[in-house]
């Protein structure tokens, strides 16, 4: 069964957000992540249907597909980012990284061509 309102879900289940953060071994950025963590409450509050299972665990898995769902982004896009940060954060050179820049642009220009 799940609370009353959303306010008495944030307070019961916002220690359950902290721990799936930290199962996930993410440890920067953490106030972002535990939005994200309140969101996927927030959407599991919503969906929820009584007959289908218990509360508790559709919110578990609900949470914690958001917060990977953000943490898969954010690991795999460098957007925001300029490229001396892309270097340093994959141990290349601003040129090596500028390179493969131009590479990947040049084969989505193929592509687009056909």
Not at 86 to 97: D, F, K, L, P, R
Request: hydrophobic share 35%.
């Amino acid at each position: 069964m799940k609370p009353a309102t959303f306010t008495e879900t944030v307070v019961l289940y916002e220690g359950m957000i902290v721990n799936q953060i930290k199962k996930l071994g993410i440890y920067q950025d953490h106030e972002e992540y535990y939005q994200c963590g309140l969101i996927g409450l927030w959407y599991a509050y919503e969906r929820y249907e009584e007959g289908k299972g218990s509360f508790p665990a559709y919110a578990v898995i609900t949470v914690r597909g958001y917060i990977l769902e953000r943490h898969i982004i954010s690991e795999r896009f460098f957007v925001g980012k300029k490229m001396g940060e892309i270097a340093c954060e994959m141990g290349m050179t601003y040129y090596q990284v500028r390179w493969i820049y131009r590479q990947a642009l040049e084969k989505m220009r193929d592509s687009v061509k056909g």
